[in-house]
């Protein structure tokens, strides 16, 4: 079992769709979550993060966490082109220990 | 506020020699990462620093890889001999040590191993 899962996608949606993103994790005492935004042959860049159970809503994202499932997901609503990209899950433990990434979900946003 | 710097952002080298990354963090970020990045893959943490002191090596390739971080600011990653399994873009991130640990990420050198 993989320490943190991503469906590799390519997930694919057509513009104003939301797109679901999701991420299992292993470790239980995993407390920070993240998800980050990686444009092909870019860096990662962060768009959110999680650290207590429920959701969390920053503009077009939803971020979501349930750690009693040990699940992580995001939500991206009215998508668009501009987010066609990999999506990473990362998690660590507390004091930010630990980070594991996972080897993403590829979206595609269709025009 | 400027970003995580890093040089060179490309490397081609032959099996065997040795190579060196640099990373700058964010001014007033206590903690640095280093991570591999193998296409296709998530980045795969090697080292991390808090401040001048390192908190996790677990996955440092030991016997090949090397990194310091003096006076608790940039960072280098050396290599030495490289293999050809080393071809990865190598990412420096960031952050801050006070309870929000989100981590921001540099450009990332591009290495190729021949």
């Not at chain 1, 899950?89 to 025009?111: D, E, N, P, Q």
């Not at chain 2, 991570?35 to 991390?48: A, E, H, S, T």
């Not at chain 2, 952050?95 to 929000?100: E, L, P, R």
Request: charged fraction near 20%; charge should be positive; hydrophobic fraction near 35%.
């Amino acid at each position: 079992q993989k320490e943190v899962e991503q469906n590799s996608g390519p997930l694919s949606v057509p513009e104003g769709a939301i797109a679901s993103l999701n991420c299992t994790y292993s470790d239980r005492v995993s407390q920070s979550f993240f998800w980050y935004r990686q444009y092909s042959g870019k860096s990662p860049e962060l768009i959110m993060s999680i650290y207590s159970n429920g959701d969390k809503e920053d503009g077009r994202f939803t971020a979501q966490l349930n750690k009693a499932s040990q699940y992580v997901s995001l939500l991206i609503r009215d998508s668009q082109p501009s987010d066609s990209a990999t999506y990473l899950c990362a998690v660590s433990r507390t004091g930010g220990f630990k980070t594991i990434f996972g080897a993403g979900t590829r979206l595609f946003v269709k025009a | 506020e400027a970003g995580v710097a890093q040089s060179p952002r490309y490397k081609i080298i032959e099996k065997r020699q040795s190579v060196a990354f640099w990373c700058n963090p964010i001014s007033g970020h206590a903690t640095l990462y280093w991570y591999q990045q193998i296409l296709g893959q998530g980045p795969k943490l090697l080292i991390q620093f808090q401040n001048n002191g390192v908190v996790d090596d677990s996955q440092l390739p030991k016997d090949r890889f090397s990194a310091e971080r003096l006076k608790g600011v940039d960072s280098t990653l050396k290599i030495q001999p490289a293999k050809l399994e080393d071809s990865a873009v190598y990412l420096c991130a960031s952050s801050t040590a006070s309870g929000v640990y989100e981590q921001f990420f540099g450009p990332g050198t591009r290495l190729t191993v021949l």
